[in-house]
Structure formats: structure tokens, C-alpha cells
């Protein structure tokens, strides 16, 4: 299966599976799939109490068990204390809370418009659970990735397959021994598996798959979901790019780039990944960016108790191939041992050199001049479709030119990573770095079936003849007026 292999993989170690559970398929994970879709076919999951009573409980995991997860992630990558509260504990939390707000609204059926014809009936959307839905998570944020899908999909009322990262081996711990004590086990299963276990359990049916991890094992899992036809999301990456204009504050620029690329060592799909910049810019930036590496992270990073390590041996050493591309101007130091990197900015880098062929995922920022915006833009745009653009402007029109030029999942300005705090936005990738969008009221509508819905009543049988044959020149005027939309400002006669 060396084709599974990619920075955020489907498992590192083998891990376990099920006993097959009275399963006919031979398939390991078979009778766990059927024993989640009995229960779901039970009408157990549907009732707004129940999905609110097992929101509440995941609330409970979170708050009681903060300083598990605090330490299992310091073990898995020595993620800073601040780090790890803020991106996995309190946006979950803040997912979570939006989810128990709003939940009983998100839930109501939705009314819509009717034509003539049915103007005595009940046209309406329900939204309705997709069923068992299977849920893998990456290695790099492996509590929040894990939990913030897990949420819509418990709110949307669907029985749940979670399998978290085999590479970060104490989170995985948290959700196969401690996680599943607050929840219902007869509806939410957690597995862990490794390569070959996954692509066994992809091989059941599943009625919804929410992935997050490389483009590489990204078109697997799509794959592998065609064979059912099962819906998907898929959460992959890129590379991001942030043009940074001639008319800007320096200094700000370097500590919000350095914050966004550096945070969790750089491992975050929506961190800068590239910046693009005049030569005049490039000379101001590098030593401003200098000087906020060594506020934020002294004159060691290797010594500083807010800087993560990368978090595998094999993601270390293709991290640590990519910093052959251009030339050195911050940083470069590594320590295999520790899984160290030290923050680096690259320059001189060429769009054929390594670096520029793949998602970093790591603590290293490089710097491309261009000679203008326009021609940033037409860089952007030769590539693949990003996760997110960022654009550094002080002026408004450079601003709304990138975004009205290039195409991206997602976009912010003047800062980096800030997008993804707000619940209110949708999350996701278009192209190559994804499909779908979650976050909020999109991660329940993601895990939801919207059923388009319309109640007749069994009289008034002669308005119906009018559509029933033989029909004739007078039966199609009337059914035209009765069912035709007409743009606004139109009058039409019958």
C-alpha cells in the first residue's frame, strides 16, 4: 500500500479491528457497520434529547478531561499549553456551544415557496440524518479534527464510525479508552487502525465519509466511496499563498506571518505557505520576521517552551528534504532526535524547486519576489486551487483585487489563521485542496440530508384532471399558469 503514504496518512502502526461481530462479508469491520445501522434504523439517534444529551456528554470529555489532552498532546508533539488550549479544547468548545444553541432551530423543517397548484398543500425541507457516517482524522490537530466533524455528525442524528490518528499515540489513546465512557457506544464507535485496517474498513458501505488529511490518500478514500457512491468530504490542503503589497506595516506583517506559519511548528493546513512580495518588500520583511521569530521564540528556539515539534519520524525527514530549495536567510537548524526544526524562512527559492512541489507542513516560509499584484495574481492562479489566500494591504483595492482574482476555499486579510476561530464561516477546499465545508451550521447541513418534502391532501380530485390525459391545447394553458415561475415584473395573463 505504498500508495497510501502522504503527510497526514491514513495510519502509521498497524492497529487493531474488530472481530467480525456475526458479519457475512468476511470484512473485519462488517458487524460493527451493521450493529451502528441497526441502531440507527431504530430511530434511536432522531430525537432532539438524544442528540442534545450526547453533545452535552462530549461537553463533559472537554472540560473534565482538559489536562488529559493537554498532556497527551505535549507527549505526541510537545504542543505549547497555549497552543493546544486554544486550537483543540476551546474551538471545539466554541463548535460545540454554537451547536447547542442552535441545534433545536437547525432542526425545524424549513418552509418553502409553492406554485398555484399546490398552494393548498405543505411544501417543506426535513433534513434527515444520512445514516452511519464514518469519520478519519488527521495527525497534526488530532483532538479538534476529530471532535468538530463528530459534533455535526451527532447533531445531524447519524450513527457514527470515528478512527483517529494512529501517529499521535496519546490523543488516539484519549478517544478509544476515555472517549467513548461519555458516549452512547451503541451509536458512536471508535476503531483504530492502521494503512491496512483502514482500507478494509473503507470497503463497507457507509452512508457519508468525512476525511481530512493529504490529496494523495484524499482521491483513495474517494475512490474507495465510489464504490457504494457514498457522499464525502474531503479536507486535504495546498499550498497558501499570502501576497504581501509594498504598502503595509512591516512589522505587523512579520509577526502575523510568523505566528500563522510557526504555530504547531507549522503544521496547520491553513498556514502560509508561500510569500509573494517585491524585491524591496523581501529586503524589509526578512529582517522583520527575524526579529519576531526571536521575540516569539528567543534566541533558541529549540530551547523555547512555546515552539512544537513536528509530529512523526517520516514527517520529519521529508520536512527537513525540503530545505535544500533556495537559500537560507532565518533559521535551518534540526535536530532528528527531538523531530526539531527550527522556524526558517527560505529566499531565492525557484517555482521549480522542491519545496514548491508539495504542502510544507512544517515550520519553513518561503519567499518568491514578483514585480507587481497582477503578476502575484497570475502565479496564484497557475497553480492549484488553494485552502486559503492571504492578502497583506493597506489598501482596499489591492485587497478586493486578489479576492476578486483568484479562486480559493477560503480568504482573509491583513492577518493569518483568524478565519477559521469564527463558526459562522464555512471551512473547506475547493479543487485539489478539498470538497465540502464544515464548521457551525455547516458541519450539520454537511451531515445532513436535506429531503424535499410535499404533503397533498386526497381530495379535490377534479383540479387534478386537469393534468391527466387526453390532453389538449386548453388543459396546457391551465397547467402552465398553474405551475410556471415567473421572473419578478412580469405579468402574464392566462
Request: with cysteine; glycine share 8%.
Given at each position: ?307 512544537a515539534r513536528i509530529v512523526g519520524d517520516k514527517q520529519f525527514r521529508r520536512v527537513r528534504a525540503l530545505l535544500c530549495s533556495g537559500r537560507v536567510a532565518i533559521g535551518g537548524q534540526t ?60 489598501d482596499n483595492k489591492v485587497v478586493n483585487q486578489v479576492l476578486e482574482k483568484t479562486s480559493s476555499g477560503s480568504f482573509c486579510s491583513n492577518d493569518t489563521l483568524m478565519q477559521v476561530t ?73
Amino acid at each position: 500500500m505504498e500508495e497510501l503514504r502522504g503527510h497526514q496518512p491514513l495510519g502509521g502502526d498497524a492497529g487493531t479491528a474488530p472481530e467480525d461481530e456475526g458479519g457475512t462479508s468476511g470484512n473485519p469491520y462488517a458487524g460493527l457497520v451493521s450493529r451502528l445501522r441497526a441502531a440507527w434504523l431504530s430511530g434511536r439517534t432522531r430525537p432532539l434529547e438524544y442528540r442534545l444529551a450526547q453533545l452535552e456528554a462530549l461537553g463533559r470529555f472537554l472540560e473534565e478531561k482538559k489536562q488529559d489532552i493537554l498532556e497527551a498532546l505535549d507527549l505526541d508533539m510537545r504542543k505549547p499549553p497555549f497552543e493546544a488550549e486554544f486550537s483543540e479544547v476551546l474551538l471545539c468548545k466554541n463548535e460545540l456551544n454554537t451547536t447547542l444553541n442552535n441545534l433545536s432551530c437547525w432542526m425545524k423543517d424549513e418552509q418553502v415557496d409553492k406554485n398555484l397548484a399546490t398552494q393548498l398543500d405543505t411544501a417543506f425541507i426535513r433534513r434527515d440524518p444520512y445514516g452511519v457516517v464514518l469519520i478519519i482524522a488527521p495527525c497534526n490537530y488530532p483532538i479538534y479534527l476529530l471532535l468538530v466533524p463528530l459534533i455535526g455528525a451527532i447533531a445531524a442524528g447519524n450513527c457514527v464510525v470515528i478512527r483517529p490518528s494512529e501517529t499521535t499515540k496519546n490523543s488516539k489513546r484519549l478517544a478509544v479508552e476515555v472517549l467513548p465512557r461519555y458516549l452512547d457506544k451503541d451509536c458512536i464507535a471508535v476503531v483504530t487502525a492502521g494503512v491496512q485496517e483502514t482500507t478494509r474498513l473503507l470497503e463497507n458501505k457507509f452512508d457519508y465519509i468525512f476525511f481530512t488529511g493529504s490529496p494523495s490518500v484524499g482521491r483513495i478514500v474517494m475512490t474507495a466511496a465510489a464504490k457504494h457512491l457514498t457522499p464525502v468530504t474531503l479536507e486535504l490542503g495546498g499550498k497558501n499563498p499570502c501576497y504581501v503589497s509594498d504598502t503595509c506595516d512591516v512589522q505587523n506583517v512579520a509577526r502575523r506571518v510568523a505566528w500563522g506559519r510557526f504555530f504547531n511548528a507549522g503544521q496547520t493546513c491553513i498556514a502560509p505557505d508561500y510569500i509573494l512580495c517585491s524585491v524591496e518588500m523581501k529586503d524589509k520583511l526578512v529582517p522583520a520576521l527575524r526579529e519576531a521569530i526571536t521575540t516569539f521564540y528567543g534566541p533558541n528556539p529549540q530551547e523555547s517552551p512555546d515552539f512544537a515539534r513536528i509530529v512523526g519520524d517520516k514527517q520529519f525527514r521529508r520536512v527537513r528534504a525540503l530545505l535544500c530549495s533556495g537559500r537560507v536567510a532565518i533559521g535551518g537548524q534540526t535536530d532528528e532526535k527531538e523531530r526539531y526544526i527550527a522556524p526558517t524562512v527560505l529566499v531565492d527559492v525557484q517555482p521549480s524547486d522542491p519545496a514548491m512541489q508539495e504542502e510544507i507542513f512544517g515550520p519553513i516560509l518561503l519567499i518568491i519576489t514578483v514585480a507587481s499584484v497582477e503578476e502575484a495574481i497570475d502565479f496564484i492562479n497557475s497553480h492549484e486551487r488553494p485552502l486559503v489566500v492571504y492578502v497583506f494591504s493597506s489598501d482596499n483595492k489591492v485587497v478586493n483585487q486578489v479576492l476578486e482574482k483568484t479562486s480559493s476555499g477560503s480568504f482573509c486579510s491583513n492577518d493569518t489563521l483568524m478565519q477559521v476561530t469564527l463558526t459562522s464561516l464555512p471551512f473547506g477546499g475547493i479543487g485539489s485542496s478539498g470538497l465540502g465545508k464544515y464548521h457551525g451550521r455547516f458541519t450539520f447541513d454537511t451531515f445532513t440530508h436535506h429531503r424535499g418534502c410535499l404533503q397533498r391532501g386526497t381530495g379535490l380530485e377534479p383540479i387534478n384532471t386537469l393534468r391527466y390525459p387526453p390532453y389538449g391545447p386548453h388543459k396546457t394553458g391551465l397547467v402552465r399558469a398553474a405551475t410556471t415561475v415567473k421572473r419578478q415584473g412580469e405579468c402574464a395573463l392566462l
